[in-house]
């Protein structure tokens, strides 16, 4: 019956009469159609530009006190990368009559003061950041409808691999950057026969896989920078509550960097450094307490989706608790960290959907 009627419809329809026949253009009094941004856009636009204004303050920070020109020139790079983006942004917002994001500024930083973090460090920071870049970018591409912003996003994940391959090549020029273990090459094809591959309880643990291996070492990368950040930002805070908070998310840190490090030597594997050797001792910094909270929450927060993404790929059953025990501990830091930032002030909201309900009340 339904069909029957969107046929008589279409019989009637006023288009019927092109419908079938060649394109002869557009009128030139019709307008073309431009479709508002969406949820998922106004998302990425806004997290790109909250993420930014704050990578913008530590690169600042951070680069007054570089002394490596090589290094320089790549923190250069990405400055000009982060003040470019937040144009674009501030562009895309307003034309659709969205506030832009208050985001972090100067007054988010204390630049005359002393060095805190060495240039290894600040080149170790630059290319964890672009591997979120890589990772947020290559997101938003796919969950964009509109051309210009798809556009825009593509363009700025063709930066951030660029950011990534600049700070990756200089590390390895430098005899900095930790390499993944290689493997004996097996002889053969094979494939699992036996419900043991599974297993990881006991004596017949299977040696970890090229996948277990590789996310297993991009999350200790991972949770190595958020400790060392989290150091140095707890000799830094001015506030009792966010030093407490630290001292908690450090804990937390070497905690999980310690459970993955074991998982790793039971197979003979090496694993990256720390960092907190490259941090000085300096106690007053150039951050103010809501950018580092900011930050951290940051890592903490992309970190239980990494995580995730390890307890999918990993078929040994003693992998899946460790990584649902650190979901389960970031987000106990999680909650804390919601609690001072709303204390604070110092959450700002994204853009909401319309409250249905509370539009209906008003007419009551």
Known sequence: MS???FQICIMHHPLRETMGKPDRGVPVNVVAHRPKLTSAEVAALWTQYMNDSAGLCVARAMQR???DPDTKAVFDYSTNLGTRHMDKIASFLKSEGYPVPTGFSDRDLAVETPR??????????LNIMSLHGCHGYSGAVTTSSRSDA???FTECATTALELCNRTKDLLL???LYFRPPTLVPPSRVDFVTRESFLSGWFHDTRPLSCIEITDILFN???SILAKGLAVAFRQTASSDRVRSFLDEA???KEKHI?????IMEADGLPTPTCLTAEITDSAKGPFSDKLMMFLIGFLFSSAMVYYGSGLASSPRKDLAPKYMMAIADDLKVGGEWMSIMIDNGWLEQPPLAENRHAVAGEKH
């Open 220 to 222: 200790l990368k991972k």
């Open 3 to 5: 069909g029957c009627l």
């Open 258 to 262: 310690s459970m993955f490090n074991k």
């Open 150 to 152: 798809r556009s825009y």
């Open 65 to 67: 006190h570089l002394e």
């Open 173 to 175: 020029e430098k005899g």
């Open 250 to 252: 450090v804990r937390t």
């Open 116 to 125: 805190l973090f060495t240039d290894v460090f600040c080149l170790n920071y």
